[in-house]
């Protein structure tokens, strides 16, 4: 049994990844902020089904539900005290570090979230891990850090030093804090570049709920770049399946790592970056079609044009991570699509 620290654990992807690690045994202690960027209710039923209950969560003060391995605690990554004083009790063997201001275009008008969570935040992750002893700081990073890449499929061995969003420059800026830690301090970080995630528990600001709950009302949906751009979306129990075999793979100095040659993902130091993707891209009008196949139901369009922030298409290559774990995302857009409406017709009993 493990002791791993979920942060984001009220999240999409850290509500997954909290229920599958509670699956296999460990004992995971959970954090959130629970801001309200998206309905917080939602991030309430998370926890419910991890065994809190809302009545019981008190700010900065550990919790504990009907789910014996499962313990949670409401703090921001920015209370330093409250943070390091969590580590100190808790001695955790790994952290996953998935709590993060999400979303590009809030960026555009938000820019201090980012700052504030997203740098701030993480430095205080990693002076937590450095000092407390912990053998693998796992942390998300994004498929947005490629920014204006256009060589197709991204790789991990691209430069990424030019982001079209804050919350991409973040990403990138967390990559480089962690490797800075592993070189410094010996301390093994590995980020994880998520591609376009969907799936049952979705974030009600991502694609598939705006669409699947437009569609349902009969309201019209906003396709952007009238529907040319092309996404490698990625259902979550790939992403989560991902996640937690490279915890499980703590990273080693690369001895054959050259300065000389461009490779972000490889160091001299603990220090590794892999892509999670479905590596299957498709259009984004493609993927509206699935969900009308889905529903019974046609969309009703507006086409608009491409937005600030946004980027023309991704396709990961996770060569790296299939050589290096033997997994490789295989859930098709179909089945997952199909998965998250009979999740949502239930949930919103529609």
């Known amino acids: 049994m493990k002791r791993i620290l979920v942060t984001g654990a009220a999240g999409f992807i850290g509500f997954h990844l909290s229920t599958k690690l509670l699956e296999r045994g460990d004992f995971v202690i959970g954090l959130d902020s629970l801001n309200d960027y998206y309905d917080v209710e939602l991030k309430y039923a998370r926890l419910a089904q991890l065994g809190i209950a809302r009545n019981t969560i008190e700010k900065g003060q550990l919790c504990t539900g009907n789910q014996p391995n ?32 999400a979303g590009v275009r809030y960026s555009l008008t938000h820019p201090h979230a980012y700052i504030n969570s997203n740098i701030i935040g993480f430095v205080n992750i990693l002076e ?68 376009t995630v969907y799936g049952p528990w979705g974030r009600p600001d991502m694609a598939l709920f705006l669409f699947t709950k437009a569609i349902l009302a009969g309201e019209p949906i906003k396709v952007f770049n009238e529907g040319k751009m092309i ?51 498709i259009q984004l009008a493609e993927f509206i079609e699935a969900i009308e196949q889905a ?56």
Request: hydrophobic share 40%.
């Open 70 to 101: 499962f313990s949670f605690i409401q703090l921001q990554l920015e209370d330093q005290a409250g943070l390091e004083k969590l580590f100190k009790e808790q001695a955790f063997d790994v952290v996953v570090n998935l709590a993060a201001q």
């Open 295 to 350: 529903l019974g139901k046609t969309a009703i369009k507006e086409l608009l044009p491409m937005q600030p922030g946004d980027v023309a298409a991704t396709f990961a290559d996770v060569s790296e991570l299939e050589a290096d774990t033997g997994y490789k995302p295989a859930t098709t857009v179909h089945t997952g699509i199909q998965r998250f409406i009979d999740w949502y017709r239930v949930y919103y009993q529609v």
């Open 231 to 281: 996404r490698d979306f990625t259902y979550v129990d790939d992403i989560v399946e991902g996640i937690i075999r490279v915890a499980d793979r703590v990273p080693s100095p690369n001895p054959n790592w050259n300065p000389a040659v461009v490779d972000p993902a490889h160091s001299s130091a603990p220090y590794r970056i892999y892509n999670i993707g479905n590596n299957q891209p």
């Open 128 to 195: 937590c891990c450095r000092y407390q002893d912990v053998k693998h700081l796992v942390y998300a990073s994004s498929s947005s850090v490629y920014g204006l890449n256009s060589a197709m499929p991204f790789s991990t061995a691209d430069n990424v030093d030019h982001p079209v969003s804050l919350y991409a420059a973040s990403k990138k800026s967390n990559e480089l804090m962690a490797h800075t830690y592993s070189h410094l301090f010996g301390l093994p970080t590995t980020g994880l570049r998520f591609f």
